[in-house]
């Protein structure tokens, strides 16, 4: 990707594993594939996939199976890995009845290097802020 080396892995939830917590809860019901950048061991990319219902909010809420989703960074000026964009299709129900479809894409681009100078003034005094 982009003209360096990556490593795809595909992945898979153990729907049996024990786990603590709405993301590891989640994460038992996913699948996809993973792309690590081989030199910098990065996330260059990753598509997941809900392969059942996933419930919340003692199951008044779920999120569809089929609901995908995609992230995307790369090394920006050969210095720092940045986001370059997501994408989500969801399938997401409420209280059983209530139905919703939706495609959000979010592109992140046009990253900017700042630089920022800072002088300490003479007889300057540090005050700390007050303790509650």
């Known amino acids: 990707m982009d003209g360096r080396s990556v490593i795809a892995f595909d992945f898979t939830g153990d729907p049996h594993a024990k786990t603590h917590g709405i993301a590891e809860n ?4 996913l699948s996809g594939t993973i792309w690590i950048d081989e030199s910098d ?3 260059r990319r990753m598509i997941a996939r809900f392969d059942d219902n996933f419930h919340l909010g003692f199951g008044l809420f779920s999120v ?5 989703f995609t992230f995307d960074q790369k090394l920006v000026n050969n210095e720092l890995w940045l986001p370059t964009g997501a994408q989500a299709h969801v399938v997401a129900h409420a209280i059983g009845i209530i139905g919703w479809r939706g495609d959000i894409a ?15 003034q003479a007889g300057a005094t540090v005050v700390n802020p007050p303790s509650h």
């Open 26 to 29: 989640a994460s038992k019901k």
């Open 41 to 43: 061991r990065q996330v």
């Open 64 to 68: 569809g199976k089929g609901s995908t």
């Open 106 to 120: 979010v592109t992140d681009n046009d990253y900017q290097k700042f630089h920022a100078d800072a002088v300490q």
